[in-house]
C-alpha cells in the first residue's frame, strides 16, 4: 500500500506543481524555473489535478507541490526548500532545519501560511521584482 503522500507513478524528474492562475505564484515559479533550469518541471495545478488525482484538489489550492521521481511528495515552505536547495547552499540550510523541526519550522509554516492567504495583493506588491 503507498503512503498518502505518494504519486500513482514515477517521474523522470521533480515535478512543482502550482496555481497557474496566481500572478504572485506564476511569477516566482518563473523565477525559480530560471535558476534550477532543466532539472525539474513545473506544472500548473488544473492540469496536474487531472494526472493526480490521488491528492486532494486543496492541496494544490493550499500550497505548492513537490512530487518527487519515487512519487512521494512535500508541499509549502518545504517544497521551496528541496526546490532551491542544489543551488542554494541558503536553501540547504534551512531544508536542513526546516525538517528538524522546532521554532523555526513553526515560524516558517506561519509566514507561508500568510503569504499563501495574500498572494493577489503581494503579486501587486512585488510586480517589480
Not at 514515477?10 to 496566481?22: A, M, S, T
Amino acid at each position: 500500500m503507498k503512503p498518502e503522500n505518494q504519486a500513482p507513478h514515477r517521474l523522470n524528474k521533480p515535478l512543482v506543481v502550482y496555481d497557474g492562475g496566481c500572478a504572485f505564484c506564476s511569477k516566482w515559479i518563473g523565477k525559480s524555473a530560471r535558476v534550477t533550469s532543466d532539472s525539474i518541471d513545473y506544472l500548473p495545478s488544473a492540469q496536474a489535478a487531472r494526472l493526480f488525482p490521488q491528492i486532494p484538489g486543496n492541496e494544490f489550492e493550499r500550497a505548492v507541490q513537490l512530487i518527487r521521481p519515487d512519487g512521494s511528495r512535500c508541499s509549502g515552505a518545504e517544497a521551496v526548500f528541496e526546490v532551491g536547495a542544489p543551488h542554494s547552499l541558503v536553501a540547504r540550510f534551512l531544508l536542513r532545519a526546516y525538517r528538524r523541526g522546532g521554532i523555526l519550522r513553526a515560524v516558517v509554516d506561519f509566514a507561508y501560511r500568510f503569504i499563501a492567504a495574500n498572494r493577489k495583493t503581494l503579486a501587486f506588491l512585488t510586480a517589480r521584482f
